[in-house]
């Protein structure tokens, strides 16, 4: 655990050192009914135009450049991870908040529409805010899941109500300070601090007026049929195994590159982390040899090359795929020089249809690969476990891989390339199927928020 509960605060703790960071005070039944009900009476601002949000916004933005030694500490002292990541964390963060703004002003203004035979008439949409948007965060990214999602709830019109994860909510409540501080609008964006239980408060009152969920799927299904008994509008954004498909003619060495970076990058802790390689037969053995001997140079632990695992419970997930796939297939690994929250590197070669790890998102540094030869025991493969959040294909045969691409029930596809499209603002960011529904990012996430 990153956190506990203990006489009506919450303990957050140092994942690796166990120690204690600070203690918080809970948010009590009254508290999330006053703030969420301050947050549905106080339009002053939802009255701003939409250039006087992004003028705003960007504000913020400059004040949180200004303030970034102090998000990255604070980043570090309630996950562990390493600076590198942490610093791609904060880049990407300020480079969206930089990209939405201007896409915003555009995405979010008045649009003329044809009147058709209606000569005489004028045509136009308007996009309203919702009211209030409740936010819901993971642990994993601190940073980045709850400041883009509430950014973007913000330049839509609506007053933000943020429940950060209970294991990393120290980075939330220094974003709120660094609003009060430097924008004002108090009640345009609150934060609440708990467990389940406060976040159920957040998706049942009626005063919250769309919910958008960063998390696992088992808990994203709880939150969409509770919207669903009075027809809420919700975003989620869920789980996912985030295959990377390498053909024959791909460049074998930029995808071994790739491969290891989406898998391996934040400690394997992101949803769009490439957790399943399928290679096409001619170059499968190539490519397992050469991946082998990069895997094995790599290093887990305090002085390793990526992120701790952050919370126990999820570090005793992967290790339970690791375990179960050695009864069956070849593992190879890397360096770890610590048997708790420090994970090796690890390939799985081949696991078994039925095994944890091709059924279950692991979450984790651990890639799978297994061969292909033909296209529809590759799709077929890749759509078993209902997940379709992103992927990423390599080759260079540019129809062969249109051809793919449209047979895959998937969010986003990267095309020789991994991760970097979560870092483009104007696309829009999803899942299908078990990976969620809706939209954020892009001029769809934007008018998707009013």
């Keep these: 655990m990153a956190a506990k509960f203990e006489n009506n605060n919450l303990i957050v703790l140092n994942p690796l050192s166990k120690e204690e960071i600070k203690s918080i005070p809970l948010s009590g039944n009254g508290e999330i009914s006053k703030i969420i009900k301050n947050s549905k009476i106080d339009d002053s601002w939802s009255l701003l135009s939409v250039p006087g949000r992004a003028s705003l916004i960007k504000k913020f933005r400059k004040a949180l ?69 409740g936010v819901i965060s993971p642990w994993n990214y601190p940073l980045a899941t709850p400041l883009v999602a509430s950014v973007e709830a913000l330049l839509a019109g609506n007053n933000v109500v943020l429940k950060p994860s209970e294991h990393t909510p120290l980075t939330s409540l220094l974003l709120k300070d660094i609003w009060d501080k430097y924008i004002g609008y108090e009640n345009a964006f609150q934060i609440l601090i708990g467990g389940a239980n406060v976040g159920e408060q957040i998706v049942r009152n009626n005063d919250i007026d769309i919910v958008c969920f960063t998390g696992s799927t088992s808990v994203g299904k709880i939150i969409a049929k509770q919207c669903a008994e009075t027809l809420k509008p919700c975003i989620l954004e869920l789980g996912g195994k985030d295959p990377m498909i390498i053909l024959n003619d791909a460049n074998i060495n930029r995808a071994i590159e790739s491969a290891l970076f989406g898998s391996l990058s934040n400690g394997g802790q992101t949803c769009i982390s490439t957790e ?12 397992v040899s050469r991946i082998s001997k990069k895997i094995k140079k790599i290093k887990s632990g ?22 179960d796939s050695r009864k069956s297939c070849k593992i190879i690994q890397g360096e770890s020089d610590d048997v708790n929250l420090f994970i090796p590197p690890t390939l799985v070669l081949e696991p078994d249809e039925d095994s944890l790890i091709v059924n279950e998102e692991t979450f984790g540094p651990v890639l799978s690969i297994r061969k292909f030869s033909s296209e529809k025991d590759l799709v077929k493969k890749i759509h078993k476990t209902g997940y379709g959040l992103s992927s990423s294909i390599f080759g260079r045969d540019k129809k062969k891989i249109d051809k793919i691409v449209k047979k895959l029930k998937i969010g986003t596809v990267s095309i020789n390339d991994v991760l970097t499209h979560y870092g483009i603002a104007s696309i829009p960011f999803g899942g299908e199927g078990l990976s969620g529904m809706g939209r ?11």
Aim: proline content about 1%; overall charge positive.
């Design 65 to 133: 450049v200004k303030n970034k030694n102090e998000i990255q500490n604070i980043i570090k002292s309630e996950t562990g991870k390493i600076d590198f990541d942490i610093t791609i964390e904060i880049f990407t963060s300020m480079e969206h908040l930089k990209q939405i703004t201007g896409i915003a002003k555009k995405a979010l203004k008045l649009q003329r529409r044809n009147s058709g035979l209606m000569k005489t008439k004028k045509a136009y949409v308007k996009y309203e805010p919702l009211g209030v948007a």
């Design 302 to 323: 305090k002085n390793g090359d990526y992120s701790t695992m952050i919370i126990s419970d999820n570090a005793k997930k992967v290790n339970r795929h690791i375990d």
């Design 440 to 450: 954020m990012h892009g001029k769809e996430g934007l008018r998707s928020l009013s």
């Design 276 to 287: 399943e390689l399928y290679v096409e037969d001619k170059i499968y053995e190539d490519f």
